[in-house]
């Protein structure tokens, strides 16, 4: 059975950082890509950042500049290390992963940013 479980979300002032991470267990053949994504109360889930196996990103605008996501494939792990936070990336963290041509979800991590 296939989990992903988030960790590292939290309170933080305007400024901060936070760094999120994804383990995954129970995976049976190759991740392909894995993202990050946010909803916000209110709002649709929408993308944050996405690495593809080799290491190709891709992020919204809004956190360009701000946020790195990174893996570690032999570990089947990705991380989203988040710098200078706002009050608007305040959200329910997911992690995706993409297996063959199934997308599997965590079960969020809280972050707030407070002005």
């Known amino acids: 059975q296939v989990q992903l479980v988030e960790s590292g979300g939290g309170l933080v002032q305007a400024g901060g950082s936070l760094r999120l991470s994804c383990a995954t267990t129970?995976?049976?053949?190759?991740?392909?890509?894995m993202g990050w994504y946010r909803q916000a109360p209110g709002k649709q889930r929408e993308l944050v950042a996405v690495?593809?196996?080799?290491?190709?990103?891709k992020y919204t605008d809004s956190v360009k500049g701000r946020f790195t996501i990174s893996r570690d494939n032999a570990k089947n792990t990705v991380y989203l290390e988040m710098n200078s936070l706002k009050p608007e990336d305040t959200a329910v963290y997911y992690c995706?992963?993409?297996?063959?041509?199934?997308?599997?979800w965590g079960q969020g991590t809280q972050v707030t940013v407070s002005s």
């Open positions: 995706n992963a993409l297996i063959g041509a199934v997308g599997y």
């Open positions: 129970g995976i049976i053949g190759i991740i392909n890509d």
């Open positions: 690495v593809t196996r080799g290491g190709g990103t």
